[in-house]
């Protein structure tokens, strides 16, 4: 079960990372071509020990884009948690701190979040699923999530499917591209923020991801790159 020492311990950390992830409550998905298009293999695999390995660059946001920092960070599958009577994986970085909450359903993957409740004497948390990923959709479809509490919104859409990149040195085959796009509302209506990218390869996980400052949780750009995985 997810701890609440556990939640107390990262509760700073969590509320930050918070009010930048955009935890869906309703999820709905629209596209011109709404035709299933399955891939076969497994495009985030849990399996216990596997571990990914990451080239990380925190680059400027500036004109120059120079890259301040190069190093190495490594996740991990570790422990299942269950959550209202869902399993999800738990994916750990090499200080231990918990990354990801993850649960695969089909073609589905979804993310646990943690979101904080205000109220005018206490605070409190509850965990709220994302779907991140559906590898049974058509290039070009989106779907969107909703948080009506920071009145906001993510549009997540699929840019390509079963491609080739090379990242790191390193050439992927059946490479599923999604884009998400953040959006803030003022005077009721959505305008665009921040928009991110995410390459996911058959039988390894997440390539390659680049979030903007301050989606980053640096005062920088961040890209990651795999390179090495092993389970």
Known sequence: ???????????????FRFLFTIIGMVALGSCGDTSEEYVTGDY??????????????????????????????????????TYEGKVYTKIRNEQGDTER??????????????????SETDQSYQY?????LDT????????TNYDVYFRAKTEYTIMAKKTEQEIAGIVY????QIEVNY???????????LT???????????????????????????????IKTTN
């Open 44 to 81: 985030f695999p849990l399996e216990k020990n596997r571990q990914w390995s990451y080239e990380r660059e925190l680059i400027s946001s500036g004109d120059d884009h120079d890259a301040w920092i190069h190093d190495t960070v490594t996740f991990f599958v570790d422990t299942d948690t």
């Open 173 to 176: 085959k059946d490479v599923i």
């Open 136 to 143: 049974s959709k058509p290039v070009g479809y989106r779907w």
């Open 128 to 132: 709220k699923e994302n779907l991140f």
């Open 1 to 15: 079960m997810i701890s609440l020492s556990s939640i107390k311990r990262n509760a700073m950390k969590t509320l």
């Open 183 to 193: 959006y803030t509302r003022e005077v009721g209506a959505f305008n665009p923020w």
């Open 196 to 226: 991110t990218t995410h390459y996911y390869a058959k039988d390894v996980g997440e390539i390659y991801n680049y979030y903007p400052y301050p989606l980053s949780f640096y005062y920088a750009d961040s890209r990651r790159s795999l």
């Open 101 to 118: 909450i993850i649960r695969k359903e089909n073609s589905k993957y979804y993310s646990l979040g943690l979101y904080a409740i205000f």
